[in-house]
Every structure is written in C-alpha cells, then in structure tokens.
C-alpha cells in the first residue's frame, strides 16, 4: 500500500491510499494504527485536474515526486511562481480569469504570507495548521496575485514558507502573540494604500485540531525507511498528526509520508 495524498476532507484530515488499482481514504482521528514503513516512490503528477502515475515508478528520496513528474505537474509548476515570469504556460489563460485570496497565517508569533483560491480559504488556513488567519487582500489572475504576494513579503518581512519542524515547534501557539502579530502587519498594508487589499477578517483556527487532548510537547518523528509507527490519532493540526503512544506523544508531518509505502502489522486502522 502506498501513501498517495494528505488532504482535509470535511474538516477532518485523511490520507489517501492506492493499493493495485484501489484508491481510498485513510480516516486518522481516533483510530489506532500499527505500520511499517517502507521505501519511498514518485506518485506521478497532475495534468489539467488529471492524475497519471509516474511512467518509470522512480524512487525518491524527498518530496512526492521525481525530477521528471515534477516538470509535468501543473500544481507544483504554479506554487514555485513567484509572479516573474509564467512557468505553466498551459494554465496561463485560465489563470488570468482566477479569483484569489491573499492571507497571513500566524503560527504563534510568526506570520507568513499564502494566497488561495477564492473557494477555499478557510480549508487552506485549517490545511497550513495556522493558529489565526487574516484575510487581506482579493486579486484576480494567478500571476498578479503571486507577484503581490512576494510585495507583502519583503514589505512586512515575513516568510512564505514554513516547515514541518517549524510548526511542530510552535504547535500550542499563543492567541495572544498571534493576534497582535496579525492586527500589527495589517495596520502596515493599510499605511501602502494597495488597490487590491479588503477589509480584513481575522479568524481563529484553534478548535479544528483537537489539540485539547494532547498535554504536553510531543517527540518530532523523523520519517524514514523501516521506521514503525504504533499508537492512536489524537489530534492534527494542518499537516501535522499527532499520536499517543505508549511512550508518549509524537508528532509526523503527513506530508513526508506522501510516497511512501506502508504496511500494517495488525489488522484493523
């Protein structure tokens, strides 16, 4: 079996799975696993909403992806831009039409800056695992949208990126440093008069992870071959799930276990 996809689906997080020809959800909260990890392979890229293996089944060391799938993949092509210049010209028309939400994201004290698509802001603050979230900014054309986005980076010197060791670092984050963080960068945007920034609505993201049931600092995981995971889903926060073990809790970030091949040691997940 082998780990294809980490998504929320119903505010609920999920992996996806594909065993042969099979694919199906992996449900996580509250259920108890025991698995072996396994090696690591390419799942192959997305072309115009169309999934296709990878043609070679390439091992891979990192990402989800190889070399040669990463180049084909619409999805990766357009989160690396930057605005510059189009590196997907095969959307590049319907980009222009697209509608987008730009948002700081505050993970305790730390901010960074993302943009979404206009239907699925809120997912895409809950799937960042965010403490709180702003909405600030309404552009259309994906391109505009991201160039403005690297603007709000270097004006408010925040981060557009944040790794899974850095959230797990921050994973009980202060509403008290989130906050301020947040109403202090937008009161900055609103002194540049930006054309494209709305009036921002701010929300707080803390019930979706359950993380009430987690009373201390879990251990980082660090995913790797022949590893075994044994222990049940108490919460998760963004990509982040958390387990309780019988040594304590720990931490995995799902989406180093895109890839990756699984097997379970007892029946039943």
Same mark, same amino acid.
């Given at each position: ?104 994201? /505050?993970?305790? @004290?730390? #901010?960074? !800056?993302?943009?979404?698509? +206009?239907?699925? &802001? ?112 108490? /919460?998760?926060? @963004?990509? #982040?799930? !958390?387990?309780?073990?019988? +040594?304590?809790? &720990? ?19």
């Amino acid at each position: 079996m082998q780990l294809i996809k980490y998504n929320w689906i119903d505010w609920e997080p999920f992996f996806i799975a594909r065993e042969g020809d099979a694919q199906f959800k992996l449900k996580l909260l509250g259920q108890h696993f025991n698995i072996a990890l396994g090696e690591k392979f390419c799942t192959g890229f997305v072309r115009d909403s169309r999934h296709y293996p990878c043609p070679d089944q390439r091992k891979i060391d990192y990402g989800s992806n190889c070399a040669a799938c990463r180049s084909e993949d619409w999805f990766s092509l357009c989160m690396a831009c930057t605005g510059d210049v189009c590196i997907n010209p095969k959307r590049r028309e319907d980009c222009k039409t697209e509608h987008y939400y730009m948002y700081l994201a /505050a993970f305790d @004290g730390v #901010l960074k !800056v993302g943009i979404s698509h +206009e239907s699925r &802001l809120l997912k895409r603050l809950v799937e960042q695992g965010a403490d709180m979230g702003a909405k600030i900014g309404y552009l259309q054309d994906g391109k505009d949208v991201r160039e403005a986005e690297q603007r709000v980076k270097e004006l408010l010197k925040v981060t557009d990126r944040m790794r899974g060791d850095q959230k797990h670092s921050l994973l009980f984050g202060s509403p008290n440093k989130a906050a301020p963080s947040l109403r202090t960068a937008i009161a900055v945007l609103r002194d540049q008069n930006f054309p494209w920034l709305i009036k921002p609505e701010i929300y707080d993201l803390r019930d979706y992870y359950r993380l009430h049931t987690v009373v201390k600092q879990p251990t980082y995981l660090q995913i790797k071959e022949h590893a075994a995971i044994a222990g049940s889903v108490v /919460a998760a926060k @963004g990509n #982040l799930v !958390v387990f309780r073990t019988a +040594e304590g809790f &720990l931490t995995l970030n799902a989406h180093d276990m895109i890839g990756r091949s699984i097997t379970f040691l007892t029946n039943g997940f």
